[in-house]
C-alpha cells in the first residue's frame, strides 16, 4: 500500500535559516504529492502541491520537486520566519486504478514539528 | 479559499454516550468528504471516506457501527461516536473535496473529544 516517511522532528532553527524537511513515498503509479501545515490551534492548510514528476510546488517562499526516480519530495524554504512555525505533513493522493479505491485519499507522514526562533 | 468548518471545536462526554460531530464545506459543495483521527504528535489516520446519498467506506480496523457516518447533503456531513469510551478520546479532523473547482481537500479545524 501507499506509505510517506517523513523526517523526524521536532525541528529548531534561527530565524532566516535555511529549511530542509525530507519526504519519501512509497506507492503505485503516480500519485500527487502535497505539503499541508498546522498551525497551532488550525486546521490542515495545503501549502504547496505537484502532480507530476519534476514538477516543483512553490508557495510562500516554500519550494518542494516531485523526484520519481528517488521518490522523494522534499521541503525546502531559504530562510524561515518565527511565523513558519507550525507542523508539516507530506502527504500522497491515491490515482485511479482498475477498481482501486485509493483515488482521492490522502495518506500523510508522521508530521514534522518546526520552531523557529527570532 | 474554500472554507471547511466543524461543530463542535471541542466536547466532552461521560461514558457511555453519544456524540456527534458536524463537518460543513461553506462555500462549495462536497460529494467527498474524509474524517481523520489524530493522536497526539501523530499522524492523521483516516477513517472513513463519506460519500454523499450513499454509504461511507471504512479503512480497514475502523468500526462502522461505533463511528457512524451520515453524508445526507452536498454541504454537510457527520460522524457520530457511539457509545463513546475513554479510548475515543482524539482530535477528529474532516475534509472536503473541491472537484470542480481546485480537485484539493480542504481540511476542517477539528474537534477535540475527550471522553470520561
Known amino acids: 500500500g501507499n506509505s510517506v516517511t517523513q523526517m523526524e522532528g521536532p525541528v529548531t532553527l534561527s530565524e532566516e535559516a535555511f529549511l530542509t524537511i525530507n519526504c519519501t513515498y512509497t506507492?503505485?503509479?503516480?500519485?500527487?504529492l502535497f505539503w499541508y501545515v498546522q498551525y497551532p490551534g488550525e486546521g490542515l492548510q495545503l501549502l504547496l502541491k505537484?502532480?507530476?514528476?519534476?514538477d516543483k510546488g512553490s508557495n510562500k517562499g516554500f519550494e518542494a520537486t516531485y523526484r520519481k526516480e528517488t521518490t522523494s519530495f522534499h521541503l525546502e524554504k531559504g530562510s524561515v520566519q518565527v511565523s513558519d512555525s507550525a507542523v508539516y505533513f507530506c502527504?500522497?493522493?491515491?490515482?485511479?486504478?482498475?477498481?482501486?479505491?485509493?483515488?482521492?485519499?490522502?495518506?500523510f507522514g508522521q508530521g514534522t514539528i518546526l520552531t523557529v526562533h527570532p | 479559499g474554500a472554507v471547511v468548518s466543524q461543530h463542535p471545536s471541542r466536547v466532552i462526554c461521560k461514558s457511555g454516550t453519544s456524540v456527534k460531530i458536524e463537518c460543513r464545506s461553506l462555500?462549495?459543495?462536497?460529494?467527498?468528504m474524509f474524517w481523520y483521527r489524530q493522536f497526539p504528535k501523530q499522524s492523521l489516520m483516516l477513517m472513513a471516506t463519506?460519500?454523499?446519498?450513499?454509504?461511507?467506506?471504512?479503512e480497514q480496523g475502523v468500526e462502522k457501527d461505533k463511528f457512524l457516518i451520515n453524508h445526507a447533503s452536498l454541504t454537510l456531513s457527520t460522524l457520530t461516536v457511539t457509545s463513546a469510551h475513554p479510548e475515543d478520546s482524539s482530535f477528529y479532523i474532516c475534509?472536503?473535496?473541491?472537484?470542480?473547482?481546485?480537485?484539493?481537500?480542504?481540511f476542517g479545524p477539528g474537534t477535540r473529544l475527550t471522553v470520561l
Open positions: 502527504a500522497l493522493s491515491g490515482v485511479p486504478s482498475a477498481g482501486g479505491t485509493s483515488y482521492g485519499k490522502l495518506t
Open positions: 506507492a503505485t503509479g503516480y500519485p500527487s
Open positions: 463519506s460519500n454523499e446519498g450513499s454509504k461511507a467506506t471504512y
Open positions: 475534509s472536503a473535496r473541491d472537484w470542480g473547482r481546485t480537485d484539493t481537500q480542504y
Open positions: 462555500d462549495f459543495q462536497a460529494t467527498t
Open positions: 505537484a502532480t507530476k514528476a519534476d
